[in-house]
């Protein structure tokens, strides 16, 4: 069975630092978009980050600068460095990892990690 097992979320203060990891485990053939996705209460789901098969980058305006993506193919793990937190980053943050398995392409997405940025 595949699945996406994040951690790292935590409270941190403004200004702090926090990294998110979500690594995928089963029987997976192959990985190609890596994603970060974050939703704050009364708001909807939005992209943070993402990275490419071919390791592009794409930012949301609001982080750019301070968050950045990475990803591990043989750890079949995407991470999420986060610098100078504010207080407007506090949200839950789920990762996306669009797979190939037995079955074809799918997308996954993980349990959520919740991220508090507050003094």
């Known amino acids: 069975q595949v699945q996406l097992v994040e951690s790292g979320g935590g409270l941190v203060q403004p200004g702090g630092s926090l990294r998110l990891s979500c690594a995928a485990s089963g029987s997976i053939f192959s990985i190609s978009f890596m994603g970060w996705y974050r939703q704050a209460p009364g708001k909807q789901r939005e992209l943070v980050a993402a990275?490419?098969?071919?390791?592009?980058?794409n930012y949301a305006d609001s982080v750019k600068g301070r968050f950045t993506i990475s990803r591990d193919n043989a750890k079949k793990t995407v991470y999420l460095e986060m610098n100078s937190l504010k207080p407007e980053d506090t949200a839950v943050y789920y990762c996306?990892?669009?797979?190939?398995?037995?079955?074809?392409?799918?997308?996954?997405w993980g349990q959520g990690t919740q991220v508090t940025v507050s003094s």
């Open positions: 990275i490419t098969s071919g390791y592009t980058t």
């Open positions: 996306n990892q669009n797979l190939e398995v037995l079955e074809g392409r799918r997308d996954y």
